[in-house]
């Protein structure tokens, strides 16, 4: 167990609908960070925050938002679903360190299918 | 735009062979990363490298990063069966953490 908790862990759903991905960081971390992990695009940054407020912005989506909460926990919204985003979604944590070592705890991953 | 370019993408050895992944990247930063993934499993961090020159070894695998060159490397001695994964290096910008495409690799008897 990382300390990184995500769920679902697999999600099965239809195009057009919304999905809601949480995950909780490891205790003490305070940024938490969100990949996409598909077969063909490898692992592809979403979005960062840092204790509440975004800090780095990727390849997302206009379907996709996210948010992290005063409890540091963090969720990933997937809204009008396509085929195209059925991947692993894996959500990541760490100190956020300025200096030094910024090394990244992931979760298990949550796996979507849209079918 | 970050940039990071890992090759070969694919990597099919035999044991007790040596190998060598590469990592470029297109900007400056003196903090890069090394994770493995097995199959169907997530990413766990193999290696921090934080300045120019830095080297970092574990069991059969070595790493080292060169800022200068925008390149890291990651070579493989004596290559066994345990070894076969995915191996990503990813480069830190100010916490903008990139990953590259991921190597894969496999290792046969």
């Known amino acids: 167990d990382s300390g990184v908790t995500q769920t679902p862990k697999h999600l099965i759903t239809a195009t057009g609908q919304r999905v809601t991905l949480r995950c909780s960081p490891r205790?003490?971390?305070?940024?938490v960070y969100w990949y996409q992990q598909s077969l063909d695009q490898g692992l592809q940054f979403l979005i960062q925050y840092y204790n509440g407020e975004e800090r780095a912005k990727g390849n997302i989506l206009e379907r996709f938002s996210a948010q992290q909460f005063p409890d540091l926990h963090s969720e990933l919204n997937l809204s009008s679903l396509e085929l195209g985003d059925s991947a692993l979604y894996f959500c990541?944590?760490?100190?956020?360190?300025?200096?030094?070592?910024?090394?990244?705890?992931f979760g298990a991953g949550s796996r979507l299918t849209v079918l | 735009e970050l940039k990071v370019e890992q090759n070969p993408l694919f990597l099919s050895m035999q044991e007790g062979k040596n190998y060598t992944i590469y990592c470029n990247y297109s900007?400056?930063?003196?903090?890069l990363y090394w994770y493995r993934q097995d199959p169907g499993k997530s990413l766990e961090s193999l290696f921090v490298l934080l300045s120019n020159g830095a080297v970092k070894q574990e069991g059969r695998l070595m790493a080292s990063l060169d800022t200068k060159a925008r390149l890291s490397t990651l070579h493989i001695t004596a290559a066994v069966h345990d070894l076969s994964a995915t191996y990503f290096c990813?480069?830190?910008?100010?916490?903008?953490?990139?990953f590259g495409a991921g190597t894969r690799l496999t290792v046969k008897p």
């Open positions: 900007t400056t930063s003196d903090r």
């Open positions: 990813a480069v830190d910008i100010v916490n903008d953490m990139r």
């Open positions: 990541a944590s760490s100190v956020a360190r300025v200096l030094g070592a910024n090394v990244l705890t």
């Open positions: 205790s003490g971390d305070l940024s």
